[in-house]
């Protein structure tokens, strides 16, 4: 939502989420009726957990979408900034050279091919990914953890759910075993059915009309109206490409790390993939960067996904769904989950990073004691994404976060002015613009007195530089001798341009 909100976009987001927007718990029995049915309905909407916590995190809130109410709102705004976005075309064949890649497209009606040239591709082509494949990339991992049938299909079930809306559902019983989940609270629903080739059983077992049968059964809802939409196979699995970079080719979401879907990280990795590399891709195509920028999205992405992927896996049982005992296993699965369920808990470690002397005591007589702090980084920390504070700029309220997204920002502590004049001139050794801000009761960013001091980890004469996707590059706590020099020196080895 952090970036949705930098593309101005988190409220069509979230529009469309709406209808989940009450989608809230995991539960399990031997139908949907016998566990919905206990529960009270609701007085009053319901609050995402932790809201009040993710306060001091971010200046969005955490959001329930589909993919399939999420993707129409990302169509209509690249069509409407220019995109080009083609349906029912495959991709048959890429190429690439020393100064670009072509993509080879087939229309699926028609037949007819054409090609695309471009300076660089960006395969986000799902876990089944044929770039990848061709590429010959090795991924690791847990591989397959099980079977499943995807079962999407229409029923009316809004009277029954309204109120007492549920996030995910576990059946466990001798004739069928799976897991609903909501699409939207009303007549549209997914069944994820699990079935074990190892006792013979396969895809192919299971039209529509014995699909049908067990989601009745499922259901615990005899004469309900099914229409079955698709039943489509997949595999809950971990797998993690060892390169995402590939010359002018990087892998991205799926393609780059499949993992189950149990853990709410999928998309929401693959949309962070996409933030860390389209602004290396940005400057370099301006020239801004050397190519040696790109090298930096393996290193920092890598580690991400295969945490994503691992945190997920780790909530699953033997057939690949989510576990529904709530033991040591599931108790740290759930443990592994929750500093990334905002989309945060991470730090990037890259050669852009500027290391810093954190001395004495490693830091630790300078970094607040806060929830952001403490469980997630988030206290200005090079490589750690920017420190998120409420702020009053040109009389609007703000978050710091909001200043970036469009370039590097320097942000200063209330007596860093100088830093202001130094970001000028570094601007014009460059030749493009370092936006520069004093955080302070009479700065351009106007706080309480010290808060984003504390929130960033610096003296009101420091100051923290921040990459175009929100993430810190260099902290300087006190103001160095030379600032220029300082600031230059971290924006050419954050471009790598030494």
Request: one cysteine or more.
């Amino acid at each position: 939502m952090e970036v949705y909100r930098d593309l101005g976009i988190d409220a069509r987001v979230r529009e469309a989420g709406a209808s989940i927007s009450a989608s809230m718990g995991i539960f399990s029995g031997h139908s949907l009726k016998e566990v919905i049915e206990v529960k009270p309905r609701r007085e009053g909407p319901r609050k995402f957990p932790l809201s009040g916590l993710l306060e001091t995190i971010s200046p969005e809130s955490g959001t329930f979408v589909t993919q399939d109410m999420s993707e129409p709102v990302l169509v209509d705004v690249a069509r409407e900034r220019g995109g080009d976005v083609r349906f029912y075309t495959e991709c048959v064949g890429v190429d690439q050279d020393g100064d670009g890649v072509t993509a080879t497209l087939k229309d699926r009606e028609s037949g007819a091919t054409s090609t695309v040239r471009a300076d660089y591709l960006i395969a986000a082509d799902g876990a089944g990914s044929p770039i990848r494949n061709r590429l010959n990339v090795p991924t690791t991992g847990r591989g397959t953890m099980g079977h499943l049938l995807n079962i999407l299909f229409h029923a009316d079930l809004k009277s029954f759910v309204e109120r007492r809306e549920f996030s995910i559902c576990i059946v466990e019983r001798p004739e069928v075993c799976g897991v609903f989940t909501s699409i939207n609270n009303s007549d549209r629903w997914v069944f994820h059915l699990s079935y074990d080739p190892s006792k013979g059983e396969k895809a192919s077992d299971f039209p529509p009309e014995k699909c049908k049968e067990l989601l009745r059964i499922a259901l615990g809802m005899p004469d309900v109206e099914i229409d079955v939409k698709s039943v489509l196979p997949w595999e809950p699995s971990v797998r993690i490409a060892e390169r995402l970079q590939h010359e002018r080719i990087f892998l991205a979401g799926d393609a780059a790390h499949q993992m189950p879907p149990w853990g709410g990280q999928g998309a929401n990795s693959g949309i962070a993939d996409v933030y860390n590399l389209a602004w290396k891709l940005a400057a370099v195509m301006k020239g801004h960067a050397s190519k040696a920028l790109l090298e930096t999205y393996d290193v920092e992405r890598i580690p991400v996904g295969r945490a994503a992927a691992e945190a997920s896996a780790s909530g699953a049982d033997e057939r690949g769904i989510i576990s529904a005992k709530r033991n040591l296993t599931f108790v740290m699965g759930i443990l592994k989950k929750v500093p990334l369920v905002s989309g945060h808990g991470y730090c990037y470690t890259s050669k852009v990073i500027c290391a810093e002397n954190t001395s004495p005591l490693g830091g630790l007589t300078w970094r607040p004691w806060t929830v952001p702090s403490l469980f997630l980084s988030l206290d200005g920390r090079p490589g750690s994404r920017a420190p998120h504070l409420w702020v009053e700029h040109q009389g609007k309220r703000i978050s710091t976060l909001d200043l970036s997204g469009k370039g590097f920002v320097l942000l200063a502590g209330a007596e860093g002015a100088s830093w202001l004049e130094s970001a000028k001139k570094v601007s014009s050794a460059l030749g493009f613009d370092v936006a520069a801000y004093c955080a302070g009761p009479e700065g351009d960013l106007v706080c309480s007195k010290s808060g984003f001091e504390a929130a960033a980890g610096i003296s009101s004469r420091g100051a923290i530089l921040v990459r175009p996707d929100d993430f810190v590059v260099w902290r300087q706590r006190r103001q160095p001798s030379d600032p220029q020099a300082q600031l230059e020196h971290a924006m050419r080895q954050a471009l790598c341009l030494q």
